[in-house]
């Protein structure tokens, strides 16, 4: 389609190039080839009379005149999705689209795994994407890229709707023969002993557990930094670690290895985990029944 004598599907191309920066991975993500994308960005120069994208380096850099089109190129791409993904209704028992999730593993297993499960009887054709939380993929959902995050409540984007989906507290693993702890594990035995943490991501924000031990000054020794929650049942059998984790999760975890689970003697804030989605996609039928679904599904748990 043309529009004042532009192929609006340049636009396309330019929102994609304006992102990524490089034509190979713009290729890559609108599934081109390269000769297409430096074809299409040689038109998009044609008729806007400017570079757009220069080359630095090994990167593609915008002139000023590109960086001015960026916001209202992602707006207007935003309204055209809006209005080509509305539909009165969505069956999904006959529906063929993917979802894709932004959230930690740990939601992953305590959410979303029963309803996969839930999904392939009443979604067969549905297919579900889920990239884990880091500091990488925060601005996933205003980019339109994921169509849901998961994340805890103090941690969503103020600029998309929301809903709770279910809340947590915390708790404590420790092999279930580790020699240093007894029935109860004590606050005394809580600092003495080392502790195996997580981290998502070098520039994350604190975890809410390490938030609420900052505040009454509570110090522990972590000697070992996993790169996933759930690594880190398996990090504290065998061993004398401990780890506190979402309760949820210890579960869970207990069900299937040998760990015991014991109340932190220590007090941690309590959370809600809540479903974000874009702004844009509020009307969406299939965003709108998807949400319906895991708001209903989280009710089980």
């Not at 000023?64 to 028992?93: K, N, Y």
């Not at 979802?99 to 549905?126: E, H, M, N, W």
């Not at 915390?170 to 023969?177: D, G, H, M, R, V």
């Not at 998502?200 to 790169?227: F, M, T, W, Y």
Request: glycine share 4%; hydrophobic share 45%; net charge negative.
């Amino acid at each position: 389609m043309r529009f004042h004598n532009l192929d609006l599907n340049l636009l396309v191309v330019l929102d994609s190039l304006l992102s990524e920066r490089s034509v190979s991975q713009t290729a890559q993500e609108l599934r081109l080839t390269q000769p297409a994308i430096s074809n299409a960005l040689s038109r998009l120069r044609l008729h806007f009379e400017d570079d757009l994208m220069v080359q630095v380096g090994r990167k593609m850099v915008p002139t000023p005149f590109a960086e001015s089109l960026a916001e209202p190129v992602r707006q207007a791409l935003d309204d055209l999705r809006r209005i080509v993904v509305t539909r009165s209704e969505f069956d999904p028992s006959v529906a063929e689209r993917t979802f894709t999730f932004v959230c930690s593993d740990y939601v992953f297993s305590v959410l979303l795994t029963g309803a996969i499960q839930k999904l392939a009887s009443i979604a067969p054709r549905i297919r579900i994407q889920v990239l884990l939380s880091t500091d990488l993929t925060r601005g996933l959902l205003s980019e339109g890229k994921v169509d849901f995050m998961v994340v805890p409540e103090r941690r969503g984007d103020p600029q998309h709707p929301s809903t709770p989906v279910f809340n947590d507290r915390f708790a404590c693993i420790a092999w279930s023969q580790n020699p240093l702890i007894g029935n109860v594990l004590t606050l005394e035995k809580y600092l003495e002993l080392e502790h195996v943490s997580v981290v998502l991501g070098p520039h994350n924000p604190p975890h809410i557990e390490q938030e609420s031990l900052d505040i009454q000054g509570v110090v522990r020794k972590i000697a070992v930094h996993a790169p996933t929650f759930n690594a880190v049942a398996e990090a504290v059998v065998g061993g004398n670690l401990i780890a506190t984790v979402h309760a949820r999760a210890a579960e869970l975890y207990a069900a299937r290895l040998p760990i015991k689970v014991y109340p932190p003697p220590v007090e941690i804030a309590t959370f809600v985990e809540c479903l974000q989605w874009h702004k844009n996609k509020q009307s969406d039928a299939g965003t709108i029944w998807m949400r319906d679904f895991l708001v209903n599904h989280a009710r089980d748990l």
